[in-house]
């Protein structure tokens, strides 16, 4: 069970999504708790259709665009059904949590009952707003409201996913922002402390303590506080087109900052390729495209100057990683992009090679070395926080420290790529009290099959002797069959080495797992085109294994066994 689909997998989010319904109606039929499948079924969609897509994740700006925004334009429904909606989100979001559903970086159920109780009264509002146009004070209310509140908007384009990132401690972040050198010049310009004509940019410095307002005076006795504040006024520098900023600042700022995100060293020659669609509107079209090439490498090296000087950018020299050996020149004794391309012998008149970042003799004899250029941990910090602020999950090594077992491995299996989800795995194993002996257990109680095949892959991947773990759990009562199903994937087991009770417990968990992901109708069609008239025979015997999935092995017998069953009649035994 997934709680996050591409855009392009309609299908398969169907099916999750059809098995998230009836599971939390059933759930909350039992406990009395308030449900609808409408409004449900809205929350879910609220969710996949927004930025980041995670249908587990819910925090107070989730919890508001559904309510102000989703259930009022979308959903349509009886008043006294659309009433229900924030009793219906707190049971689905307690169903999230019951479950190991829940992604842990969001509220916690007691979290979202506050924020859906902050949000109720302006849900009402909105209702009353959408049923007359009698109440203008209202509706002046909510029309502020949607420009003031880019949460609320539904027209969010997914975007991409972000590579997890690592940060140092926090007095290493604060110790980096005393050594930036414009927060120096800065602190010194606004000071009167220190000499700052001798500051390689003068008027670019005066814009920038311009660009601070009114509150610079308070930051000064904070550098880290300055640096952040500097580095938010960077666009105001660029729209402001300050004296010394190259023409297309405002254009490569922000490619630098996505492209550079999460990434180890990237080439220039990458960073100018990323960067000309965006900068192409910049340029008069009659311009030479050599001349374009020009100015571009001309203003991209200005900008990396000035992202240095702030201590946002590292600039180095060094081998280019295989990610980016599809650029040009980059065959042995080609490799050195700031010398074989012509156009890039600009970043040393530029200022970059004057500096010292890239000089020649740094590696004398090797040819094979490019510029490159990366994000410091200050800057990977700023950028992630607006990340956040926008909606995007940009996960961060560590954060999942103190996370349940299951909604630990539940963010690792589908955010997380293998190495980090090893570092963040062993980080969590390093606390006391958290051993493996949790997660198998949480794993164990997982009440989707294809989940906990999930979560157990990415647990004996992590681990040192994952594969003699694995292949211990064979033998286990609960997690045998999810063992058996991961023992197959990788070769360790062929078929004609079980026995008949491994057989018919394989056997169910796939077919559950094909029931989570396909859905009843793809499993049914399935089942008839290998077995014909006696499918339903073969799924009896299937429901019949024993497996311990109660809940899914009735989904099977409701949804596949009785419609097979209603279609061929079984013959004799």
């Not at 809940?551 to 013959?571: C, H, I, K, Q």
Request: aromatic letters at 4%; a negative charge; charged letters at 25%.
């Amino acid at each position: 069970m997934r709680t996050w689909f591409a855009p392009d997998e309609a299908a398969e989010f169907a099916a999750a999504k059809a098995v998230l319904l009836r599971r939390c109606l059933v759930w909350a039929g039992e406990r009395g708790r308030p449900a609808d499948a409408l409004l449900i079924s809205a929350a879910v969609d609220s969710r996949h259709h927004s930025r980041d897509g995670r249908l587990a994740y819910w925090d107070d700006a989730q919890i508001r665009r559904f309510l102000l925004a989703w259930v009022p334009k979308q959903v349509v429904a009886p008043r006294e059904v659309l009433d229900l909606a924030p009793d219906v989100l707190r049971t689905y979001v307690r169903y999230l949590a019951a479950t190991g559903l829940r992604d842990p970086r969001g509220f916690t159920p007691g979290q979202a009952d506050a924020a859906i109780a902050r949000a109720t009264v302006p849900f009402r509002r909105t209702l009353d707003a959408g049923r007359t146009d009698a109440d203008h004070h209202v509706l002046e209310e909510l029309l502020e409201a949607r420009f003031t509140e880019p949460a609320l908007s539904l027209d969010e384009t997914r975007a991409a996913a972000r590579p997890p990132i690592a940060l140092p401690p926090p007095a290493d972040l604060t110790a980096a922002a005393a050594r930036s050198v414009i927060v120096q010049h800065l602190t010194a310009l606004a000071t009167g402390a220190g000499d700052v004509s001798a500051a390689p940019d003068l008027p670019l410095l005066r814009a920038w303590a311009d660009a601070l307002g009114s509150h610079a005076a308070d930051l000064i006795t904070d550098p880290e506080a300055l640096w952040r504040r500097a580095f938010d006024v960077l666009p105001e520098l660029g729209q402001g087109a300050a004296a010394s900023l190259p023409r297309l600042f405002g254009r490569l700022l922000p490619v630098v900052l996505d492209t550079l995100y999460g990434m180890d060293d990237v080439p220039l020659a990458r960073l100018e390729q990323v960067a000309r669609p965006a900068c192409r509107q910049g340029f008069d079209e009659n311009l030479a495209r050599e001349t374009r090439r020009h100015c571009l490498a001309r203003d991209l090296a200005r900008t990396l100057e000035v992202l240095s000087d702030l201590g946002a950018v590292e600039l180095t020299r060094g081998p280019i990683l295989p990610l980016h050996t599809d650029l040009p020149h980059t065959d042995p004794g080609h490799a050195d992009l700031g010398h074989a391309d012509p156009h890039h012998a600009d970043l040393r008149r530029e200022g970059l090679f004057r500096k010292g970042l890239f000089r020649e003799d740094d590696h004398p004899g090797s040819p094979d070395l490019a510029p490159l250029a990366r994000l410091t941990p200050l800057a990977l910090r700023a950028v992630r926080e607006r990340l956040l602020a926008d909606g995007h999950d940009a996960p961060l090594l560590g954060e999942l420290a103190t996370a349940e077992p299951a909604e630990l491995l539940g963010v690792l299996t589908q955010h997380y790529p293998p190495r980090e989800a090893a570092a963040e795995l062993n980080g969590w194993l390093s606390r006391p009290g958290q051993d493996v002996e949790c997660l198998l257990r949480a794993i164990s109680a997982c009440p989707f099959r294809s989940r906990a095949t999930a979560m157990l892959g990415v647990l004996v991947d992590a681990l040192p002797q994952g594969d003699v773990l694995l292949r211990e759990l064979r033998h286990d009562l609960i997690l045998g069959p999810t063992a058996l199903t991961l023992l197959m994937d990788v070769g360790e087991v062929e078929p004609m080495g079980l026995g008949q009770r491994e057989h018919l417990l394989l056997g169910a968990e796939n077919f559950l797992t094909m029931l989570e992901v396909g859905g009843p109708q793809a499993l049914i069609a399935q089942l008839r085109g290998l077995a014909g008239r006696d499918a339903y025979r073969f799924v009896e015997s299937v429901l019949a294994s024993g497996h311990h999935d109660d809940e899914g092995m009735e989904d099977l017998r409701d949804l596949v066994a009785e419609p097979l069953r209603l279609t061929y009649s079984p013959g004799p035994a």
